[in-house]
């Protein structure tokens, strides 16, 4: 294995990990409606769309290769993580109030999405190690899987007061993760599957704790209504598109 080789495989990581993210956020920072009702809809989105990725993505392919143990364990380390970035943010933005309620949820849903976007990493750096074809398929896939998660992101950051500038930066920053992830898969290759059980079932915890303790309770904070509800469901049904698309391109 060259340089060379290693270098194409991380450029497609870091390129394909950030064009989905920050083509989101740019439709993101560009969305003017900052209504609770809007912000309620598109937080209950941003939880639809992790759920379907927790409940038909990360676990399930967790639970085909490792056993229960394996998978509590990463979920309930992934879920005390979590906890910790959610205190320290807190500190940082501290107040009940809308603006900063937003950004901290900003921030959350960005390190949330960091950490998922490690095993899709090793997804595409495995996928090369495999051929060329499975990487790029694999890569394009979740390049256009990434792009709502980057509007869920940027909503909230822009509507607490974040700059465009400052927006882009944390959505960028939450992509690079993937190209780390296809540099490990590609290096290792024919890595262990409870390493890469651990991690799905790590990002599924992370995940998990933004949904249930984070996006649910600030979109109703922010509307209580039936757009919520309709956010929820659209995220929910879009997310196992995406998802079910990675699958027949794989």
Known sequence: MNNLEILKVVGAGLFFGTFGTTLGGLIGIKLKNNSNKFLGFILSFAAGLMMAIICFDLLPEAMEIANLAVILLGILCGIATMIICDTVVKE????????????????????????????????????????????????????????????????????????????????????????????????????????????????????LYIVSGELTLEANNMYKGRMNAIGNILGFILGIIAINLSLIHI
């Open 92 to 207: 940082k933005f501290r107040g009940n109030n809308k603006v900063n309620n937003l950004l901290k949820t900003g921030i959350i849903i960005s390190i949330g999405l960091a950490l998922h976007n490690i095993p899709e990493g090793l997804a595409i750096g495995t996928g090369f190690s495999s051929s060329l074809n499975l990487g790029i398929s694999l890569a394009i896939v979740i390049a256009i899987h990434d792009i709502p998660e980057g509007i869920s992101m940027a909503v909230p950051m822009k509507n607490g007061g974040m700059s465009s500038k400052k927006v882009i930066f944390y959505v960028i920053m939450s992509g690079i993760s993937t190209g780390i992830g296809a540099l490990v898969g590609h290096l290792i290759g024919g890595i262990s599957e409870t390493i890469i059980a651990s991690s799905l079932s790590f990002a599924g915890g992370a995940m």
